[in-house]
């Protein structure tokens, strides 16, 4: 059975701390909450800290979070960080680093804020430096590290994380110099706004990096994240969709369009099981009513226990 989970935004902390009550009573399998320094979100870690304790069974995490320069989250900040939520939630914590989009808004929104963006190349090999430091803190090991982006001498990290040897860390990646980063060393990968078919194409080519990393593919849990608007009847389905495009600013033929679920529940959970077919062991909504919690019920309700 697929995993469910959703994703969470928002600067409205009391609507944030209905939204996880409401999915972690609900059963969903994870919840996360944005990270950055965009203007429609707090403080990812902050967040992820006060909203722990608000759950009792989901695991938790950042949507992503960035670990390719020291002035976003050097890797032992993030080390402690991501100890201390492990410890909130008694081990639930999801650790999900994200490479970054390559794109010119995305570039100029960090430098704004006078902090270099990198490279992809250089973030790439940057997020690959800071998981094997952040493992080591989380073993309890002496880091002496001396590498391009990061420089350690004789550090540690204590206490440990409640899950050991430390929380699973996924990769967001799509293009194959990240896929074959995420073939390499994560624990879960995730995707990003694609088809059923393209989703299992993807997971193929990840298939093949594991061989050649020499994991076998059941290593790697495997995630896509897509917009949800679950409607009433199939009458409204294309309304929705229509209201959907003018939100995102899309054009009719947009292919982020042929990515979202948009329907009826019985229309949305068929949406659910291609992804399932195609290789997908986890799947995160954004839902479109969100922070209303009408479509994470309505959905809920639909799904098998």
């Known amino acids: 059975m697929i995993a469910l989970g959703v994703q969470t935004w928002s600067t409205d902390v009391a609507a ?140 540690r990290l204590a206490p440990p994380p409640v899950q050991r040897p430390g929380p699973p860390i996924w990769i967001a990646a799509m293009k194959p110099r990240a896929l074959a980063l995420a073939a390499r060393c994560a624990d879960g990968w995730e995707a990003s706004y694609v088809t059923p078919p393209d989703f299992a194409a993807l997971s193929a080519r990840l298939d093949g990096l594991l061989a050649e990393a020499g994991r076998a593919a059941s290593a790697v849990r495997r995630s896509v994240e897509v917009d949800v608007a679950v409607v009433e009847s199939a009458s409204a389905a294309e309304r929705a969709r229509r209201c959907f495009a003018v939100e995102r600013r899309l054009a009719d033929a947009d292919p982020l369009l042929d990515t979202a679920l948009i329907g009826d529940v019985e229309a949305v959970v068929a949406g659910i099981e291609s992804y399932a077919a195609a290789g997908a062991t986890d799947l995160m909504l954004g839902l479109a009513d969100f922070p209303s919690t009408g479509m994470l019920e309505r959905l809920a309700r639909a799904l098998p226990r």
């Open 16 to 155: 944030v701390e209905r939204f996880w009550r409401a999915a972690d009573e609900l059963g969903y399998a994870r919840i996360t909450y944005g990270d950055g320094l965009w203007d429609f979100t707090h403080d990812g870690w902050t967040m992820l800290g006060a909203l722990a304790t608000l759950t009792r069974r989901a695991r938790i995490g950042p949507a992503v979070t960035y670990a390719f320069a020291a002035a976003a989250h050097h890797p032992s900040w993030l080390a402690k960080r991501a100890v201390t939520v492990d410890h909130l939630t008694g081990g639930r914590l999801d650790l999900r680093l994200g490479i970054g989009a390559e794109d010119p808004a995305t570039r100029a929104a960090w430098e704004r804020h006078g902090i270099r963006y990198p490279a992809a190349r250089e973030r790439i090999d940057a997020v690959e430096e800071a998981v094997g430091i952040l493992r080591a803190l989380w073993r309890g090991e002496r880091v002496e590290h001396d590498g391009r982006a990061f420089t350690l001498q004789g550090a």
